[in-house]
């Protein structure tokens, strides 16, 4: 994604969050088919490859998810005694 957090509106914070959540939510299937549903056989250093890569991935991804709804909380308005 080209443009920095502070850049973007709203919405398209919304949509990245989203987009993102989606992104985690398929490694994680992928994943899971492959190392828990399927008799894939593989070598244990392509194996210890992909469960590192796989953490690595969805490290970056949860950061980069927390960093938008950070941003996504900060902006909008707060709710404040409204009845």
Known sequence: MGKELEKLTVE???TEFKRL???LCDIEDIHAFTFGKTSVHMGSEKAQNMQIEFEEE???LNERIA????EI?????KCEGKH
């Not at 960093?67 to 950070?70: A, C, G, L, R």
């Not at 909380?73 to 308005?77: D, I």
């Open 12 to 14: 398209e914070l919304k």
């Open 67 to 70: 960093d938008i709804e950070k």
């Open 58 to 60: 969805c490290r970056l």
């Open 73 to 77: 909380k900060a902006r909008e308005p």
């Open 21 to 23: 959540k989606d992104n």
